[in-house]
């Protein structure tokens, strides 16, 4: 049974931080590239980071480059994002999601794997 779980949202002011934490009852996390995910009311699910099994790819979507980071700590079975000058258009539900491939992808239908989200809204 594969649980991720995410934690970390909360309500924040814009220029404002955030970290997001997803921890993966994976047995082989180390085999598994990690994605997160957002999803606003009426809308998708959008990528916005990746990370490959290793940490040494790391990918982001346009609209977060420079502000947004995301590692992965294999030792502890735990992808992070950190978040950094966060802005109202980032208010969402984020999911993290594990894919059993060594590189991330964008597409979230490759993903078996999520988690059941946390918010984070950010305040004007």
């Known amino acids: 049974q594969v649980q991720l779980v995410e934690s970390g949202g909360g309500l924040v002011q814009a220029g404002g931080s955030l970290r997001l934490s997803c921890a993966a009852s994976l047995s082989t996390f180390s085999s598994y590239a990690m994605g997160w995910f957002r999803q606003t009311p009426g809308k998708e699910r959008a990528f916005v980071a990746g990370?490959?099994?290793?940490?040494?790819?790391?990918n982001y979507a346009d609209s977060v480059k420079g502000r947004f980071t995301i590692s992965r700590d294999n030792t502890k079975n735990t992808v992070y994002l950190q978040m950094n000058s966060l802005k109202p258009e980032d208010t969402a539900v984020y999911y993290c999601?594990?894919?059993?491939?060594?590189?991330?992808?964008?597409?979230?239908?490759?993903?078996?794997?999520w988690g059941q989200g946390t918010q984070v809204t950010v305040s004007s």
């Open positions: 990370i490959s099994r290793s940490g040494g790819i790391r």
């Open positions: 999601a594990a894919d059993h491939e060594m590189e991330p992808t964008t597409i979230p239908q490759r993903y078996p794997y």
